[in-house]
């Protein structure tokens, strides 16, 4: 498993960032898009996940060491080709119990690229219930900072943590009520303002 050099800005305002980018000459790699996935808690600190973007399917592992770092996320990927993302959540359906569905809408772009080819990309990313947010990833964290500082922006303070941890921010949800979810959808988030000390 390879070590997860990533930032992430919340809330942001997507047309402000998207002109930062232009501005910067970074360069739009993949528009707006639905992403579904399906995730399967293995352990407290581990997940699989199966998503679907742009119509590629990809199989990734996490192990979340200390969600409170930039480096804190193990992860793998397996790029699946010619197997649909229901079939292959219809097989994890009968491996695991506790599949829960998640929706979000993604934009990608390239803001960094060195001689070596080491590039930072960030994406935005707009999930149901929750403000949009920008997630800056890179080879390592050297790179992910130099990428920023060519941005004529200020993004404010990253936010260490996973999307749980937002969901967690913004609505007091516990892990258990996270998980809990069994369809995080755009047509669904009526069903967030029944956890806890919901802020929004």
Request: glycine share 6%; proline share 2%; aromatic share 10%.
């Amino acid at each position: 498993m390879k070590t997860e050099y990533e930032l992430r800005f919340y809330p942001i305002h997507k047309e402000i960032v998207r002109q930062a980018f232009r501005d910067s000459s970074a360069e739009l790699t993949t528009p707006e898009h639905l992403m579904k996935r399906k995730v399967y808690q293995i352990r407290d600190s581990s997940f699989m996940r199966v998503r679907e973007s742009n119509g590629k399917v990809e199989i990734t592992g996490k192990i979340i060491k200390n969600s409170a770092t930039i480096d804190g996320t193990l992860e793998t990927n397996i790029d699946v080709a010619h197997t649909s993302f229901n079939e292959i959540t219809a097989l994890f359906d009968k491996l695991f119990d506790n599949g829960c569905y998640q929706e979000s809408l993604r934009e990608e772009w390239l803001l960094y690229k060195d001689a070596s080819g080491n590039t930072v990309v960030a994406t935005i990313d707009t999930w149901p219930g929750l403000e949009p947010l920008v997630e800056i990833e890179g080879n390592n964290e050297s790179i992910i900072h130099h990428a920023i500082s060519l941005q004529n922006h200020e993004f404010g303070k990253p936010f260490h943590g996973d999307i749980l941890q937002l969901y967690k921010h913004v609505y007091g949800l516990s892990s258990s009520d996270f998980h809990s979810i069994k369809n995080l959808s755009f047509d669904n988030t009526e069903q967030l303002r029944g956890f806890g000390n919901c802020s929004r």
